[in-house]
């Protein structure tokens, strides 16, 4: 069974619309992640939710809105792409924060 | 330098022989830890090591850490083909909101066969 899940794998749009990537994770984990990866693998947190609670919110446009309908689950919705938002997005969790995280596969994103 | 600087920036060493990489962070930190990432794929974790600890040790991984000298070391030992990956540090430094998740740039290590 996979541990933290994404969905999709891959993502291609064009710019100015509007696109969410999901995640999910069976660990019963409290804390949940989500990072970004750009083309020199320079990894970058954007958000950090504990139990459902925002507690990490790095300076990330608000284009970006990070939802957690419970705590296996924190979505990511983007509105208004840019050819800049083109990454690698990681989903990541632990069981408090700061602590070991698990990855998720990744969710390559292309602007066009 | 950045928190959670890394260096080298790529290695390159025969199979069978150690690699060391080197990270190194500005402030105070909780703990520290390594990941690897292979090509195309998610990170997986190493170790992790705390701001009490001095060295872990993971099969052929052992982890240092000198908080004087604010900076970690990963050993990997009798080096093999498999071990070809990106390693990353990452420095976690606060507590609740206040956190602070930083990881480095990562180091490049290729294992000649």
């Known amino acids: 069974d996979t541990a933290v899940s994404q969905t999709p794998k891959y993502l291609v749009t064009q710019m100015g619309n509007d696109k969410s990537i999901k995640c999910e994770q069976n660990l019963g984990h409290d804390t949940m992640y989500w990072y970004k990866q750009d083309s020199k693998k320079f990894l970058k947190i954007m958000f950090s939710y504990n139990n459902k609670e925002l507690i990490i919110n790095e300076t990330v446009p608000n284009r970006f809105s990070p939802k957690s309908p419970d705590k296996a689950h924190l979505n990511l919705h983007i509105n208004s792409l840019e050819l800049g938002d083109s990454a690698v997005y990681f989903c990541?969790?632990?069981?408090?924060?700061?602590?070991?995280?698990?990855f998720g596969p990744g969710t390559r994103l292309l602007v066009l | 330098s950045q928190q959670g600087e890394e260096d080298p920036q790529a290695l390159s060493i025969q199979e069978g022989e150690n690699a060391t990489m080197n990270c190194s962070y500005k402030t105070s930190i909780n703990n520290l830890q390594w990941y690897r990432q292979n090509s195309g794929r998610g990170l997986v974790h190493l170790i992790l090591i705390r701001s009490n600890e001095r060295e872990k040790h993971s099969g052929r991984l052992r982890v240092t850490l000198d908080t004087s000298k604010k900076s970690s070391s990963l050993l990997i030992t009798a080096s093999r083909a498999a071990d070809t990956a990106s390693y990353f540090c990452?420095?976690?430094?606060?507590?609740?909101?206040?956190?602070?998740?930083?990881f480095g740039s990562g180091t490049r290590l290729s294992i000649r066969p």
């Open positions: 990541a969790s632990s069981q408090h924060l700061g602590e070991t995280q698990y």
């Open positions: 990452a420095t976690v430094m606060g507590y609740s909101s206040a956190s602070k998740i930083i």
